[in-house]
C-alpha cells in the first residue's frame, strides 16, 4: 500500500512548493484526494513521483499541455509516442536556439559598431532599433 502524505509532506518529497502542488491540481495534472470530514487530505507516494516526473519534463522545456499528454502515455508501452513528441519539441528548441544564434550575431555586429570608436551621427544600435522595417 501506498504510504500517505500531506501536502507538505507531498511537496517535500517531489522537491517542489505546495502552491506547485495546487497549481497542478488546478490543470487537472495532479489528482486531488477527497477531504475526510474535519480531515486533511492526504497523497500517495507515487503523486510524488507524479510531481517529479512533471518538473523534470519542464526542465526539458515541455510545456504543461504537452506534459498532459505524456502522461496519457505513462504506461511504458507507447514509447514511439513519447518519441513523437520529444522530437517535436527538439524542432521547437533547435529553431529556437538558430533564432537566439542570429540575434547574438546581430548584437554583437551592432556592439562592434559602436565600439570602433568612429562617432557616427547616431548610435549604430538606436539607429538600427528606430529604422522601419
Do not use: W
Amino acid at each position: 500500500m501506498d504510504r500517505q502524505l500531506s501536502i507538505g509532506s507531498l511537496a517535500k518529497a517531489a522537491d517542489v512548493n505546495v502552491e506547485t502542488i495546487r497549481y497542478y491540481q488546478r490543470r487537472g495534472l495532479v489528482h486531488e484526494p477527497s477531504k475526510p470530514l474535519g480531515g486533511h487530505r492526504r497523497y500517495t507516494a507515487s503523486t510524488a513521483t507524479r510531481v517529479r516526473f512533471i518538473r523534470r519534463a519542464q526542465l526539458l522545456g515541455f510545456t504543461l499541455e504537452e506534459i498532459k499528454n505524456l502522461l496519457l502515455l505513462e504506461d511504458g508501452q507507447s514509447c514511439r509516442d513519447a518519441r513523437l513528441l520529444a522530437e517535436r519539441k527538439l524542432g521547437l528548441i533547435e529553431a529556437r536556439i538558430a533564432d537566439l544564434s542570429r540575434m547574438r550575431r546581430a548584437l554583437k555586429r551592432l556592439i562592434a559598431q559602436c565600439a570602433e570608436g568612429k562617432r557616427p551621427r547616431s548610435c549604430p544600435i538606436i539607429a538600427t532599433l528606430s529604422a522601419d522595417a
